[in-house]
């Protein structure tokens, strides 16, 4: 039987991305952002919203750049942090001592202990209530060489990246697979 | 040490959204999309990105809805299927046997099997290269009794979503609860 909840954002899975920015005098702040995910092939692209009070806001009108950091498990209270803390009033870097390294492609600061980075410059925008909805044109994806498989590409079993429960405000372990896609469907096809 | 792999769509978690459309006389489709996310929260809305030429984008703009159907991986087989058949080519309802029943909201199928369901009107659409990027605003959403907590919202735990990994395109669980949100990162703060 189904339960109507009217309109609430109880969609899985969210992600945790740990977007970096500078500001115009070079400073670095970074914030946790749920909404948001891929949205486009070629260009390989990805989305995020941010409302426009956050600092983030401001430093991405200013440059046009920000990188979007997954951290794996081990940085989870970090991550947590950045969600929490205003870059108006911290400097979250310092907070944390986690380390802002400048992007090689685009003007906004790399995470580096934080396994996978990607690089995005801003390629459009759209007003969603609250939210300012940002699409980034992905220039450059890094990650750390001991998270990749034996085809040197990203390892979800070794980044361990989470995803956050908008229900109930947990991060949760994304886990075992459970089958191929592109196969799996075939049977039924 | 970081490694460079250009510009991927090496992102985790992206999604496995089956969309849920009609075509202008009433006949259900469903796609597998794994680009999209929430991007919205005053009004609530989710975003998805659509290949023009998918059979769900003549019939979003034929009706100006759609819905998000979260599945749990008993449904895999189904979700994967409904990303490899075409809707121009095969009726996907009726090859799996899923149920298509109306929104009682907007103009679009929610699967009854499928345990979260999210009812959507077309807020924006913008074009990112070769996909259209599409805002709905959520209008309800929709769970399965049986799988709720005891405060009667959706519990990750027994809807079992998957995630989708883009690198090597497995369906992957979520598993295990890692930390709260706005509570973990309090200890920096």
């Given at each position: 039987?189904?339960?109507?909840?009217?309109?609430?954002?109880?969609?899985?899975?969210?992600?945790?991305?740990?977007?970096?920015?500078?500001?115009?005098?070079?400073?670095?702040?970074a914030?946790?952002?749920?909404?948001?995910?891929?949205?486009?092939?070629?260009?390989?692209?990805?989305c995020?919203?941010?409302?426009?009070?956050?600092?983030?806001?401001?430093?991405?009108?200013?440059?046009?750049?920000?990188?979007?950091?997954?951290p794996?498990?081990?940085?989870v209270?970090?991550?947590?942090?950045?969600?929490?803390?205003?870059?108006h009033?911290?400097?979250?870097?310092?907070?944390?001592?986690?380390t802002?390294?400048?992007?090689?492609?685009?003007?906004?600061p790399?995470?580096?202990?934080?396994?996978?980075?990607?690089?995005?410059?801003?390629?459009?925008?759209?007003?969603v209530?609250?939210?300012?909805?940002?699409?980034?044109?992905?220039?450059?994806?890094?990650?750390?060489?001991?998270?990749?498989?034996?085809?040197?590409?990203?390892?979800?079993?070794?980044?361990?990246?989470?995803?956050?429960?908008?229900?109930?405000?947990?991060?949760?372990?994304?886990?075992?697979?459970?089958?191929?896609?592109?196969?799996?469907?075939?049977?039924?096809?």
């Amino acid at each position: 039987m189904k339960k109507s909840l009217g309109a609430k954002t109880y969609v899985f899975p969210t992600p945790v991305f740990i977007v970096g920015t500078y500001d115009e005098d070079g400073k670095p702040n970074a914030m946790n952002a749920a909404w948001g995910g891929v949205c486009g092939s070629d260009p390989p692209a990805l989305c995020i919203s941010v409302r426009p009070s956050r600092k983030t806001m401001d430093n991405i009108k200013a440059t046009g750049a920000f990188t979007v950091n997954i951290p794996g498990q081990e940085h989870v209270k970090e991550a947590d942090y950045f969600g929490i803390a205003s870059g108006h009033k911290e400097d979250k870097f310092k907070k944390t001592g986690l380390t802002p390294v400048k992007g090689d492609k685009v003007n906004a600061p790399v995470i580096d202990e934080f396994p996978l980075n990607i690089q995005c410059e801003v390629m459009g925008m759209m007003d969603v209530g609250e939210h300012i909805h940002i699409v980034g044109k992905i220039i450059d994806t890094m990650v750390d060489e001991e998270k990749t498989d034996e085809n040197g590409v990203p390892d979800i079993k070794k980044i361990k990246p989470m995803t956050y429960n908008t229900v109930t405000n947990d991060y949760e372990a994304i886990g075992n697979t459970v089958a191929k896609a592109f196969r799996s469907g075939l049977e039924i096809k």
